[in-house]
């Protein structure tokens, strides 16, 4: 009989033990505030403060240019995420990262979804069915951005290239 109880006895105190560690350290993980992803939104802060100026009252073609610098914001975010996402989750995988990180982006991409969300809404109040098509757009603005300043960027290094020494006469034009 004592042979039974012993072994059954280790194993009920070894389970109950780590059951007992497992539910503090879940409810002390669950109470802890995690450092933002992301640094703060100014995009957001921006719409807001325009949505609430009441002296005199911001007009709508400002408050939709707002909104669709705020969805800009969002798109990057979004990209910065799905670019983010699988590199830290192989990394707290092989243990170089801790949990704060990954946690802190999964509080980012649960906060980001309630952005979009509300970006969506607050489209939608402006035109009817704006919400389906901010998000396109946006990106279509943000690749012209991207295409802007690589343009601008070629003009000044074509200035350097006809300034660069290496660049000489020794080529013969043929006409």
Known sequence: M??????VAY??????????????????????????YFPSHPERNAYITLLQQTD??????????????????DVQRVLRIREDKP????????????????NSLLAAEKELEVEIM??????????DGWGQVI???????????????????????KAELGKCPLRSSSFVEYP
């Open 11 to 36: 194993l009920i105190i070894v389970f109950g033990g780590l059951f007992v560690f497992s539910y503090f350290y879940r409810k002390h993980n669950s109470t802890r505030v995690y450092e933002p």
């Open 135 to 157: 998000f396109p757009t946006a990106n279509e603005m943000i690749a012209n951005e991207k295409m802007r300043a690589v343009f601008e960027r070629t003009a000044e290094l």
């Open 56 to 73: 005199p009252p911001a007009s709508d073609s400002l408050l939709k240019s707002a909104l669709v610098r705020r969805a800009m914001a």
């Open 87 to 102: 590199a830290l989750q192989n990394l707290l995988q092989k243990g170089s990262i801790g949990d704060e990180l990954w």
């Open 118 to 127: 509300e970006v969506i809404s607050e489209a939608n109040s402006f035109v």
């Open 2 to 7: 004592a042979s039974i109880l012993v072994p």
